[in-house]
């Protein structure tokens, strides 16, 4: 299998980390994604990785709380991901460096876009931690902008469904998937893919994005190397 992409930053969901259990960290899950990262890094591909918090906390939990102090906890949950996913990279033989948008220095290295670059050229899979480093803002944005800043090939959206619908599918089982969509026609039709901020910075800095599920075997592999799955959003 030869690579489509050369520098690829992949966005993963905090709850697929989980599994079926939906809270905390599925080992077996785990294992699964590193074993399609270290082959993707063995093929010579720039991998960078932003990973959600949800299976630990999100921000819209804490209703009665402050919403800043909400969202920063939900930071704070990515780099628990973050160093989990490390730890589990490393042991694989794969060097691997956490990077933070909050100034955590005894755990992770600041977010310094030149640092990953360096980090790319020796090697090493980066792992960008804590979202932008801002309320209001989700890890979908800190993802667009991730890739917008290292001039990924590539946005890829690991989710637990297996594309983008017109509809929830798991509410409407006649829901219509895409295989291709603009992120004209996502932004316009409010479609909960991504959000509308991700889907913008994407679109202004033509980085194409494809959403597809986690749990379908291989997936981070194939969707490498091209193949056609999940739905790929892209400029018109």
Known sequence: MEPKYRRILL??????LAGEQRFGLNEEVIARVVDQLVKVHEMGVDIA???GGGNFWRGRQGTKMDRTTADQMGM???????????????????????QTALNMISVAEPYILRKARHHFE???IVIMACGTGNPFCSTDTAAAQRACEIDADVLLMAKNVDGIYDSDPRINPNAK????ITFRDVISGGLKA???TAATMCMENNIPVLAFALDEPDSILRA??????????FNE
Do not use: F, H
Request: overall charge neutral.
């Open 11 to 16: 966005k993963l969901s905090g709850e697929a």
């Open 49 to 51: 990785l932003v990973i």
């Open 76 to 98: 704070l949950a990515t780099v628990m991901n973050s160093l989990a996913m490390m730890d589990a990279i490393e042991q694989r033989g794969v060097p691997t460096r956490v």
């Open 122 to 124: 020796a090697g090493r």
């Open 177 to 180: 998937k895409y295989e291709k």
């Open 194 to 196: 991504m959000d509308t």
């Open 224 to 233: 490498v190397c091209g193949e056609q799955l999940g739905t790929l959003i």
